[in-house]
């Protein structure tokens, strides 16, 4: 099976402007989650999709920061205006069920704000 | 919140050699994942194992959830080991700093 897809692999953009990364999870997969690693620090959990539903979105920084997942297939996470810290690499996991078998992570999109 | 903590922080090996890296975490949790980020930052699922001992090639990983600790076993290490080691709990999946290993030939 296709494993969890995420674009673009890196993206640079400048101060204030307007970035949208993309993950597609693993076909079947209900849950989605997205995480971020910020230079230097930890991998911190963002939100929770079951299907198209925010489950959990309190790990999202601030309202910059807007997570869309339509029709509970591919989301999409929109950073606007960024900001210079929101540099980092961003995660998209999925599973079949929350807390058990395991996640499929992502190859993570490297985001740079400069 | 639950608490995630790794050790040791950084481990240098000779090829060959044998190692154990520990995760603590501070409550009872129903989900435990070891993963392997490569030096190309892609994060790589080891194993799935809230209790228990499991086994793949090299690699073996053991949790006892009992006393909130599991331990992650690297034999014969080569250099395509290298990478940092996370560990992450709960259905969140909060995440320890990593045990960042070099191997070297």
């Known amino acids: 099976e296709a494993g969890v897809t995420q674009f673009p692999s890196h993206s640079v953009i400048e101060k204030g402007q307007t970035v949208t990364l993309r993950c597609d999870p693993i076909?079947?997969?209900?849950?989605l989650y997205w995480y971020r690693r910020v230079m230097g620090k930890e991998i911190k959990f963002l939100l929770h999709?079951?299907?198209?539903?925010?489950?959990?979105e309190s790990g999202m920084p601030n309202n910059r920061f807007l997570a869309e997942r339509t029709g509970g297939t591919y989301s999409t996470l929109k950073v606007q205006p960024a900001e210079l810290e929101d540099s980092g690499v961003y995660f998209c996991?999925?599973?079949?069920?929350?807390?058990?078998?395991?996640?499929?992570f992502g190859s993570g999109t490297r985001l740079t704000v400069v | 919140g639950i608490q995630v903590e790794q050790s040791p922080p950084d481990l240098i090996l000779q090829e060959g050699a044998n190692s154990t890296l520990r995760c603590n975490f501070s409550?009872?949790?129903?989900?435990l994942q070891w993963f392997h980020q490569n030096p190309w930052g892609q994060l790589i699922n080891l194993f799935y194992?809230?209790?228990g001992t499991k086994q793949n090639g090299r690699l073996s990983a053991t949790t006892v959830a009992t006393e909130r600790y599991s331990l992650l076993y690297i034999s014969s290490s080569q250099t395509t080991d290298s990478g940092v080691y996370f560990c992450?709990?709960?259905?969140?999946?909060?995440f320890g700093a990593g045990t960042r290993l070099a191997v070297h030939p």
């Open positions: 996991a999925s599973s079949q069920v929350p807390g058990n078998y395991g996640y499929t």
């Open positions: 992450a709990v709960g259905y969140k999946l909060i």
């Open positions: 194992i809230p209790s």
């Open positions: 409550d009872s949790v129903n989900n």
């Open positions: 076909s079947g997969h209900d849950n």
């Open positions: 999709f079951v299907k198209e539903s925010k489950q959990d």
